[in-house]
């Protein structure tokens, strides 16, 4: 998107706007676009591998269910694109 025209960058959020629209309540955080990445360790801080663009948070009954969500989403058109699923799991008593 950094090199989009001005039309091409509203024609993907209006896309994206509608993918969140039909997804409805399981949206819990349309999210953002992601930027300099910083990998640390216990001795280190240096550049990040930058493979996460964005993200989203959304909540469903199950993983499979955010699957099928995610089946049309805008960010699956473009060349290359992928989208990578994580469960978040509760911490353990709490």
Known sequence: MAAATPE???AGMDA???WAKKAGDA???????LMGAKQITASSVKGGSGTVNGFSVLQADS??????LLKD???LK???SSIEVFEGRPLPGM
Do not use: E, F
Request: no cysteine; charged share 10%; proline share 12%.
């Open 78 to 80: 473009m060349p290359n």
């Open 63 to 68: 993983i499979d269910v955010v699957v099928g």
């Open 8 to 10: 091409q960058m509203k």
């Open 73 to 75: 989403h805008p960010h």
């Open 27 to 33: 949206v819990v955080d349309l999210g953002t676009p």
């Open 16 to 18: 994206w706007m509608a």
